[in-house]
C-alpha cells in the first residue's frame, strides 16, 4: 500500500508543469487525485491518464482561478467526485510579472487575484471538507526570500503573502491536527522557463545559481510536497521549505 492510501488530495493547477509532477506523485503514493486546471482540459486529461496508467486514480476539475466565485465554483465541481479531503495544495498561480516600471493595475490584480486570493478562500470555503490531520501545502517561490529577480516583484509579493498564510494558518488549524507550510522551488525545467532555459547559455546561468549545480525538476519538488503529505511529515508545520536546490546559500 502507498503512504497515501484512503486519502484525497486536490491540487490547483496540475494539468502541466509542477502541478502536474505533484499530482502525479500523490497518485502513485496511493492517494485519489483531483487534477483542476484553468483552461487546459486536454493537458489536465493527460495528467488523470497518466494517473491511472500508474495504477491511481485521479478526477479532472476545470475551473479558472481569480475570478469572483472561483472557490465555491471549484467546491461544488469537488463535491461531484469525492467526499472530504485530507491534502490541499495551491499550486496554481501566474509564474511572473511585468517590472514594476510596466506593470498596470490590471496585470497587477490579476497576479494578486491568482496567486494569493484564490488560496485563501479554497481553504475557506474548503474547511468544512478538510478532514482532521490532514495537509495544506501552499507552493511558494524563492524569490519571496531573495532579490535575485527584482523586477519581478509583483509576483514575488504574492508569494511572501501566501507565506504570511502558511505561517499564520498552521496556528489556526494545529488543534485540529492539520499542518500547514510553504514549499518553494527555484528554477524548475517546466514549459514557464523553456525561454530561459532555452539556450546553452540560458541554462547554464540557470544552473548556476544551484549549490547543486543543475536546473530542477517537477519531481525534485513533487518528492518534497509528497512528504510533507505524508505521515513522515506529520511533525512539520508553519515551515518554508526551501526547494531551490540552495540556490539562496
Do not use: C, Q
Not at 14 to 21: C, P, Q
Request: proline share 3%; aromatic share 6%.
Amino acid at each position: 500500500m502507498g503512504a497515501l492510501t484512503g486519502k484525497t488530495a486536490l491540487v490547483t493547477g496540475a494539468s502541466r508543469g509542477i502541478g502536474r509532477g505533484i499530482a502525479e506523485r500523490l497518485g502513485r503514493d496511493g492517494a485519489l487525485v483531483a487534477v483542476h486546471y484553468g483552461s487546459s482540459e486536454g493537458a489536465a486529461k493527460e495528467t488523470v491518464a497518466a494517473i491511472e496508467a500508474a495504477g491511481g486514480s485521479a478526477f479532472p476539475i476545470g475551473v479558472e482561478l481569480g475570478t469572483p466565485g472561483d472557490a465555491e465554483r471549484l467546491w461544488a465541481e469537488f463535491d461531484r467526485h469525492a467526499d472530504g479531503l485530507d491534502i490541499l495544495v495551491n499550486n496554481a498561480g501566474i509564474g511572473t510579472s511585468a517590472p514594476p516600471e510596466e506593470i498596470d493595475e490590471e496585470e497587477y490584480d490579476r497576479v494578486f487575484a491568482v496567486n494569493a486570493k484564490a488560496p485563501f478562500f479554497l481553504v475557506r470555503h474548503g474547511l468544512g471538507r478538510l478532514r482532521d490531520g490532514g495537509r495544506i501545502i501552499n507552493i511558494s517561490s524563492g524569490l519571496a526570500r531573495t532579490a535575485v529577480m527584482p523586477d519581478k516583484v509583483a509576483y514575488a509579493m504574492t508569494k511572501a503573502a501566501l507565506d504570511v498564510f502558511s505561517r499564520d494558518l498552521s496556528k489556526l488549524l494545529g488543534p485540529r491536527g492539520i499542518t500547514v507550510n510553504s514549499v518553494a522551488p527555484g528554477i524548475i525545467e517546466t514549459d514557464n522557463t523553456a525561454e530561459l532555459l532555452g539556450t546553452e547559455d540560458g541554462r547554464a546561468r540557470a544552473a548556476a545559481i544551484s549549490a547543486l549545480g543543475r536546473v530542477g525538476t517537477a519531481a525534485d519538488v513533487a518528492d518534497a510536497v509528497a512528504f510533507l503529505a505524508s505521515d513522515a511529515g506529520r511533525w512539520v508545520t508553519g515551515h518554508w521549505l526551501d526547494a531551490t536546490g540552495g540556490s539562496l546559500t
